[in-house]
Structure formats: C-alpha cells, structure tokens
C-alpha cells in the first residue's frame, strides 16, 4: 500500500491459472483469505495464486488492478469507500465483484467506484454486493453502450451475505436524520449492525416495536426525536442511545439510568461550529449587519442616507451561561475580540480563572452580552425570565445558541418590544420551527433556523463519531462520547 492508502495488484492478462503474479491486498486476514479463495476459484491454483502483503484495512482508499485478463481491460481503479477499521472482507468483496464471485461472508461496501480505461465489456452482474452498496462505473474513453446503462447500480447480495446481514443485531431510527442524508446514506453501514428504520414501515410504531424488539440493541436518534420510557420500554434489549445532536433533551436520561442504557452524544464535534454562530450572531446584533444589509438592498440608503450605527464588539463584557465545551469555544473567541469573559455553571469550575456568578441574574447583571450555551434540563427551563433580562438591562443583548426553552420566550419577547433589553441573536426557539412573529419585524434581532452546529464540515466529523460509537458498543469497548463522562 502507498502512502495515499492506494493498494495495487497486478495480474498478468490471460484467464488461466497460472497467470496471476502477484498481489498487495489491504482488508485484513478475511479480505487477504478471500482473495487468494477467489484467485484460487479463477485460477485453480492455489500455490500460485498470491501473494499478499496485509494491510490494516482502515488505510484502504484505493485498489487499482492493472492488467486483468477477465474482464479484458487495460486498468481498472477501484475506490473503496468506507473500509473502516476492522471491516473486514471489504477488500476481498473487491475483488469477488471484479471477478464475479459470490461470497460466503457477510461484507459492507460503502461504496464503490469502478473507474475504467478500457473500452471492452465489463460483465457486471448481480451478485457480489452489499444490500446498500451504490456502485457507479466511471467509464473513461470512448462510449460502450454495454456500460452505460450500468453507470448506477443498486444490486443484491449474493444470498449467504444477505441473509447474515438480515441477522445482525439492529439500530432504531425512528425518524429521518437530516444530516445522513446530507453525508449520504451509503456511509453508513458496518459489518457489525445494521440500521432499523420505523419511518420505512406502514406498520403503526407500537407494533413495528414490539415486532423487531428482539432485534434492535441500539437507537440512534436525532434533536427532534424524543426517547422516552414509553419507547424504552417495548425495547427491553436497547442497551445504548446515540444521538447526533450535543443536546439530550430529547432523550429520558432517567429513565436511561434506570435501565442501564449508556447514552453517547455528539461530544465536541459542533463546538466551534456552534461557537463561531454565537460570535457571528452577536457581531450581527451589535454592527446591524442584516438590518444594515436590508437597508441598502431596499435601496434606503441613497434616498434616506447613513444607518444608525452599530455599537463595538471589544470591550464588551460577556457573560457565558454554561461553560463546556461550546461555551468555552464562545469564550476563547470574545476573548480574542478584546471582550472580558464571566460565566455562570453548574459549578465552578476549578481551573478557570474567568469569574464566576453563582446565579444568571447576577451575572446578567454584571454582563452587556449573554450568552447561553447551557444545556436544557429540568433546572434551566426558564432559567432566562424576565428577571434576568432586567438585570442585563436597556444596553444588554442576549445569544441563544443553546436551546430555546432556557429562555421564557414570551417574556424575552416583552422585553424586546418594551425596549428593556437592546437586541438578540436567537438560533434556537420554543416551538421550533415556530418563531414569535414579533421578532420578525425587529431590526434589532437576528434569527437563524437551529443551524449553528451544521456545516458540511461537521457532518463528517459527526458520521466517524456516530459509527464509531455504534461499533464501540457492538465491539463491547468503551464509547466514543458517553455522556456522563
Ligand atoms: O442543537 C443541536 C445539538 O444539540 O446538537
């Protein structure tokens, strides 16, 4: 294997058994076993057929065949995609695909991409794939008719394959998770569970539960889709909950403690997302920019002149409500911007030297800006009251990246329309996706659709750490990001 995790084999041309050279293959044992296995199919040669250097198969990007006799073509380069650690067979489900070979061991390609030099007829067929797998054939060169109709295809399981991923142990997911179908399904798949979805079902939930309890050993849920002891207890066998989301307020954390179920979260992966939406959503508040940016695009500008001006960013005295990850991410950064930093938590946290307000009122008090980067729980409902915002005052301006319900949204409504605070900047709500139509019309407060921890980016980073924890689990190893820690 080269150092881009690329992985060559070379085979001379010919179909009989004596022409196969030589061959690095990555994908561990199984994949290296079940090469030389389809080799040897091809061959009839077992002596001869290869011999491989074994690779750790989390390095496998890349498998390129040169010189293959059958399919008669000059190079053909495969990308894997999704040869996780310990997946093993990816390789060797390669290579049972080019050749045509059924296998007999459960294998999960992600994806693979056939990118062909050669102008002759490839002679795909049906067996060899993953359930999931997508399979695109990039042809280069001159148009093949014989090709082209294959440029996607979904194919079947040889039926050994198809019937032991129908036994593994399942994942619930009980609603659609946006941010899958943003990264792309076929990154999903492991050779160690597979993915349950009720929402596919025209069976009503209560009986899709009860049907597949036996099976379904983990969920994986999303911000809006609530776990509760109603849905943990129809699944007697759950032993943990993954969720996409930082937040947990979706899931009975109790009643997860009470039935032994680990929860594992999104951890830190949204944290500078999430922190840089703060810091933007604050600059935005105090310099006008929206407001500014309607301005001129209304063309007020040249008939009415300047806009008001926006107040500074440094200097201001920021008040962080919950300091973890995210709020220190939204610490560092104001810090940066000359801002001095005080916090509200839980608890003190002993090694930080910002000062501490053991309540939000006083330090809303002490504070120009706040921002709530806390999690909601029971405690922190409505911490953010009428009370509170008085204390940050006529100059004060509230962040909201945290959740809507930390603040009384009614009363921070009130206070905006009475002038007893300056501005928000609110990426999260009460209702969601319901918003107060009074905010609507106030130049003063910015709105975002709950999109702070979204980006391409984090997404990726968010589908390592999501498998990672579900193999964790299926593994018996610690998880990834058990909450709790
Ligand atoms: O709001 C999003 C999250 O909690 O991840």
Redesign the pocket.
């Known amino acids: 294997m080269d150092m881009h995790g690329r992985c060559y084999l070379g085979v001379h041309h010919g179909t009989s058994g004596n022409d196969v050279i030589r061959g690095f293959w990555g994908g561990g044992s199984t994949a290296a076993a079940s090469t030389v296995k389809a080799i040897h199919s091809l061959t009839g040669d077992s002596q001869r057929a290869i011999d491989f250097a074994d690779c750790s198969s989390h390095e496998l990007k890349e498998v390129i065949l040169v010189g293959w006799a059958y399919p008669p073509m000059e190079r053909m380069k495969l990308s894997v995609d999704g040869c996780g650690k310990g997946n093993p067979g990816v390789a060797g489900a390669v290579w049972a695909v080019v050749t045509g070979l059924e296998l007999a061991w459960p294998v999960v390609l992600r994806r693979l991409i056939l990118e062909m030099d050669s102008d002759n007829f490839f002679p795909f067929n049906s067996h060899g794939f993953a359930e999931e797998c997508l399979v695109s054939i990039k042809r280069k060169g001159k148009k093949n008719p014989l090709l082209s109709r294959a440029s996607v295809l979904k194919m079947a399981v040889s039926t050994d394959c198809h019937k032991a991923q129908q036994d593994f142990p399942k994942v619930l997911i009980l609603k659609p998770i946006s941010f899958i179908a943003h990264v792309g399904e076929q990154h999903y798949a492991s050779n160690k569970f597979t993915f349950l979805k009720a929402y596919d079902s025209s069976l009503p939930l209560h009986q899709f539960l009860s049907t597949h309890s036996p099976s379904i050993k983990a969920i994986l849920s999303s911000?809006g889709t609530p776990i509760t002891a109603d849905i943990l207890q129809l699944l007697p066998e759950v032993g943990v909950v993954v969720t996409t989301?930082?937040?947990l307020n979706q899931v009975d954390l109790p009643e997860c403690r009470r039935r032994g179920i680990k929860v594992a979260n999104?951890g830190s992966v949204?944290s500078d997302d999430v922190a840089d939406l703060a810091v933007g959503l604050l600059i935005d508040v105090l310099r006008k920019v929206s407001a500014s940016d309607g301005y001129v695009r209304k063309g007020l500008w040249a008939t009415k002149g300047d806009y008001p001006l926006g107040s500074k960013l440094g200097g201001k005295r920021i008040g962080i409500v919950g300091l973890g990850n995210i709020g220190f991410a939204v610490a560092k950064r104001l810090e940066a911007f000359g801002c001095g930093i005080s916090y509200n938590s839980r608890k003190r946290k002993p090694h930080v030297s910002y000062p501490f307000y053991e309540s939000v009122c006083e330090l809303a008090a002490n504070c120009d800006v706040l921002v709530i980067c806390c999690e909601l729980t029971d405690q922190t409902r409505h911490m953010i009251n009428k009370e509170v915002l008085s204390a940050l005052g006529k100059e004060g301006v509230i962040v909201n990246i945290g959740r809507g319900a930390i603040i009384n949204e009614k009363e921070m409504v009130q206070c905006l329309v009475q002038g007893e605070i300056a501005g928000a900047g609110l990426d999260?709500f009460e209702n969601e996706p319901d918003v107060p139509v009074e905010l609507f019309a106030m130049d003063n407060v910015v709105l975002s659709p709950?999109v702070?921890?979204f980006t391409p980016e984090s997404f990726l980073d968010l589908r390592d750490l999501v498998m990672g924890n579900l193999e964790a689990f299926f593994s018996n190893k610690p998880l990834l990001s058990e909450y709790g820690d």
Do not use: C, I, R
Request: avoid cysteine.
């Open positions: 911000v989301s930082v937040g999104a949204f999260v709950h702070a921890v």
